[in-house]
């Protein structure tokens, strides 16, 4: 058997026939075969005896092996002979009992018919390819891909990519047809049992030792090297192709990003990122378009920020309220006086100093918030009962129950948990982040006082109060503004419990 590139040479396929008998009674002859250990005959009249031993000659190229190929099939397929094994046992491991080889091999029949009819479109295809004779580029050094005329070596070259593309996915089918027959037909195909190279006796059972496992394994190694070749090939033949369109499309991509680029706040420092240039010795139409790494540098550190912004999400919204309930403690110090006959109007004057803390959600923004407010404040107080006497809570006390209400100068101080995300544009945006404002309130309630009886030689007497009230701020704290999108905050009102103690 000679090799497969060795076209000059023919192949010689001797097949000796066993077992096999022949008898001539009154000019019939009978052949016979042994099935389950019975000779079964055959008849035909007349002609002469068939001789035992066959001898093919065949022409040792790609398309008339492949033809012979098929035409075994087609014979094994339609004729179905039978099969057994010498000793009554699984046909090649895959049938318990005798059979006809469709029966048995019928899954792999149609693997193999498969795979020769996808080499066969391999070889037309391959043919056909070569049948065509390289277009040439009869000036290279006046190619110019801008121009249409050169048009038609790009589209040359993009159909032989692509007609090399659909060989290379051919080759791999068939190799996948190969991969998907039988196991132990498989095995007894790919691999040499017994025997040199290229001699079939009745020790190599199934295989021709044709190298068939090697030839499979560099078959996928070329497929995917010529495979990645050939992608590159289309592309490029593509890119020739709609050289002038893509030139086109890539001007107006350079002067959409510099269009983009001037609404930026820092504009000035990124404008002319990308820019053209034509290089007078370059066939006429080419223009080379460049970029600035510095500037496009700077351009990716300002997305990395951007990332990290908490209102990169914000979208269309034009504005968003959202609440969360605030949870805190407050100190307060002053001095309260009364005045009149009935001393049941009075003022009181005092500093302040309140701590708050709330998680407020929202779908585009959470965090956590400490807010301290603090300042001064003035109150005046009405009493509607006033200086009564009671035994509550002791003898000879005095009850007072009024109302207060004033106003409070302050400052408001924010602490945000998204601190750190929001203060990072201050690298190249310097967005605005201000935790603290002046804060105008005001205050209502009611109160109870009540006071203990005077002791001897002192003009005051101590006092324990109740307040139930409720703070109102007016004023929003503008915490952060970038690019026009602002977050503000403030506390709606703010519902307390005092305790008060006077002397």
Known sequence: MPALNDTTKTGVVNIQQTNYKTTTQNNIIEHYYTENGKEIPTHYSGGSAFSPTIQLTYHNDAEYLLQQAATIMQVLTTQKPHVQTSNGGKAWGLSSTPGNVVDIFGDSFNAINEMIKNAQAVLEKTKQLNANENTQITQPDNFNPYTSKNKQFAQEMLNRANAQAEILSLAQQVANNFHS???????????????????????????????????LNSLEQHTAYYGNQVNQEKALAQTILN????????????????????????????????????????????????????????LQTIRQELGKNPFRRFGMISSQNNN????????????????????????????????????????????????????????????????????????????????????????????????????????????????????????????????????????????????????????????????????????????????????
């Open 324 to 503: 969360g309930a605030m949870n805190g403690i407050g100190v307060q110090v002053g001095y309260k006086q009364f005045f009149g006959k009935k001393r049941n109007w009075g003022l009181r004057y005092y500093g302040f100093f309140d701590y708050n803390h709330a998680y407020i959600k929202s779908n585009f923004f959470n965090s956590a918030s400490d807010v301290w407010t603090y300042g001064v404040g003035m109150d005046a107080l009405y009493n509607f009962i006033n200086d009564k006497n009671t035994n509550f809570l002791g003898k000879n006390n005095k009850l007072s129950v009024g109302l207060f209400g004033g106003f409070a100068l302050a400052g408001t101080s924010w602490l945000n948990s998204q601190q750190v995300n929001l203060t990072m544009m201050n690298g190249i945006y310097n967005a605005n982040v201000s935790t603290s404002n002046f804060q105008f309130l005001f205050d209502l309630g009611l109160r109870m006082n009540l006071a203990r009886p005077k002791k001897k030689n002192s003009d005051h007497a101590a006092q324990h109060g109740i307040e139930l009230g409720f703070k109102i701020p007016t004023i929003n704290t503008s915490y952060y503004s970038f690019m026009g999108a602002k977050l503000e905050y403030r506390r709606m009102y703010s519902l307390f419990l005092n305790y008060v103690f006077a002397y």
């Open 181 to 215: 027959i039988q196991g132990p037909i498989q095995g007894d195909l790919e691999e040499c049992k017994a025997g040199s190279a290229g001699v079939i006796t009745n020790n190599t059972w199934g295989s021709g030792c044709a190298f068939v496992k090697e030839t």
């Open 243 to 298: 050289f002038k369109e893509a030139l086109s499309t890539l001007g107006n991509d350079s002067k959409a990003i510099n269009s983009g680029i001037s609404h930026l706040p820092n504009a000035k420092s990124l404008q002319n990122m990308t820019h053209s240039t034509q290089n007078p010795n370059s066939p006429e139409g080419l223009l080379t378009y460049s970029l600035d790494t510095n500037k496009y540098n700077q």
